[in-house]
């Protein structure tokens, strides 16, 4: 399988602490992208960050790609409760073949 | 607002009796994707459609086909529901395949 893997499966922390999300991936990229997703919901895309690239920035979330290690962290500061969800990271191979490969997820707990 | 509306939200469907899934785009995207996702797990890409062109998941079963009759609406005809096709059925749309994805709410679908 193509699919990726996040670690941990579950977090939970208290509110106002910063949660970190890694995940891992098994081909070459182009981007990398972060998805959240809350329950029974469609998913809402986060951030991108592209092969050539080290680090974003968008908001309260910071994202780092290890191309060479073949992983990416999302870290979220100053958490809400509104933060409570699941978060997938999602993969664009270089093979060119349109598509993105999710990774299996992690379930967020912020507890107020 | 711009956005990716899937009707209808809520489906129960007898086991072997035919459903169809709708989702529409107001984006004016090139791509629309339809996603499988069952409890607790990532995403799974079934079909994606380029324009026209349409691209089919090999694991995707011959259960599963769609239609995408112009740029704003993709339907997915599931032919003979069985219990296992019980999922959240997700409509994604993108500017470019590989990039973005905006995704309508999702299709509960329930198989009786």
């Known amino acids: 399988s193509q699919q990726g893997e996040e670690d941990p499966q579950a977090l939970s922390i208290q509110e106002g602490e910063n949660a970190t999300m890694n995940c891992s991936y098994k081909t070459s990229i182009n981007n990398l992208q972060w998805y959240r997703q809350n329950s029974g919901r469609g998913l809402v895309h986060l951030i991108l960050i592209r092969s050539n690239e080290r680090e974003k920035h968008s908001g309260r979330l910071r994202v780092t790609l290890d191309t060479s290690k073949k992983s990416s962290s999302l870290l979220i500061t100053a958490s809400r409760a509104a933060d409570t969800a699941s978060y997938f990271c999602a993969t664009e191979s270089n093979f060119g073949n349109e598509k993105l490969t999710f990774g299996t997820g992690t379930r967020l707990t912020i507890i107020p | 607002d711009a956005m990716v509306i899937q009707n209808p939200r809520y489906q129960v469907t007898q086991f072997g009796k035919p459903v169809t899934l709708s989702c529409s785009q107001t984006?004016?995207?090139?791509?629309m994707y339809w996603y499988q996702q069952k409890s607790s797990q990532a995403p799974k890409l079934l079909f994606h459609?380029?324009?026209?062109?349409?691209?089919n998941e090999a694991d995707t079963p011959d259960n599963f086909q769609s239609r995408r009759p112009n740029t704003s609406f993709c339907f997915l005809d599931i032919r003979s529901p069985g219990l296992g096709d019980a999922a959240m059925y997700l409509c994604a749309t993108s500017r470019v395949a590989g990039e973005e994805q905006f995704f309508g709410p999702g299709t509960r679908l329930t198989v009786l």
């Open positions: 459609y380029y324009d026209k062109d349409f691209n």
């Open positions: 984006l004016n995207h090139n791509v």
